[in-house]
Structure formats: structure tokens, C-alpha cells
């Protein structure tokens, strides 16, 4: 405990979970504002932010569930082109997301591979430096 009684050791895992989602919906916001084929349709503020915390869940599961099988089933693909490959995969796992949004009835839209390739570029661009700007405490991964 420091002078103020004020804990300093890690955040608890629920905020930190929380917070892992909010950088998630940030940086989905900032791949519709700057990637032309990707879309959120939601007309009102409240919707926009329910919709990019949905998909940000969403974009959670697909990335903890689907990403490692493909890993392990690609690895001789990963080997042979030094990880380049990771960007493809990345690309249709956000593509993936937008058809899954789309199936549940959320207005949040990817138009193809290239939208998905930069979206996802974007997302994890936007994601590091929000973990940079967030303290460790916080933001325990």
C-alpha cells in the first residue's frame, strides 16, 4: 500500500478485460473512419458504441477461438513465408468478423479482402499504441 492506501499492484482481471475491449472498439472506430469499405450503419451515437462494443467482442472471439486453429493448421505457411502470410489471415478473420456482424444484425459492414486487410492493419496499429498510452496496472495482459 502506498502513503495514500491506495493499492498499486495489477488491475483486477474484469477491468482488465474491459479495457482490452474498449481498445478493441476504439480501434474498429478508427478502421471505419479511414478504410472505405468498412462500415458502421448505426445512426445514432448510442447505437455506433453498442454496435463497435458488440463487434469488439465479437473480433475477441474470433481472434482467441479461430486464429490459433488456423496457426496450427498454417504453420508450414507461416515457416515458408516468414510470417507474411499472418497479414492474409488477418485480413479475412476481419472480413470473417464483418459476415458475423452482418449474420447477427449488427449494421457494421467489411465490403472484401482489401477493406479486411487494411481494417486489420489499422486495428492492430491503433491497438498497440493505446496499450502503449495505457498503464501496465491497468492494462495487465
Do not use: Q
Amino acid at each position: 500500500m502506498s502513503e495514500l492506501g491506495h493499492r498499486r499492484g495489477p488491475a483486477s482481471p474484469a477491468l482488465a478485460f474491459v479495457v482490452r475491449v474498449l481498445v478493441v472498439a476504439a480501434s474498429l472506430w478508427v478502421a471505419t473512419v479511414l478504410v472505405d469499405g468498412i462500415e458502421l450503419g448505426a445512426s445514432s451515437t448510442g447505437t455506433r458504441i453498442g454496435t463497435l462494443l458488440v463487434v469488439a467482442l465479437i473480433f475477441g472471439v474470433v481472434n482467441a477461438v479461430v486464429k490459433p486453429l488456423i496457426k496450427v493448421v498454417g504453420c508450414p505457411f507461416y515457416v515458408l513465408t516468414l510470417g507474411l502470410i499472418g497479414l492474409v489471415v488477418n485480413a479475412l478473420l476481419f472480413w470473417l468478423v464483418g459476415g458475423l456482424s452482418g449474420f447477427v444484425g449488427l449494421p457494421f459492414v467489411v465490403d472484401g479482402f482489401w477493406p479486411g486487410f487494411w481494417g486489420a492493419i489499422i486495428v492492430a496499429i491503433v491497438g498497440f499504441v493505446l496499450h502503449l498510452i495505457i498503464p501496465d496496472r491497468i492494462d495487465a495482459r
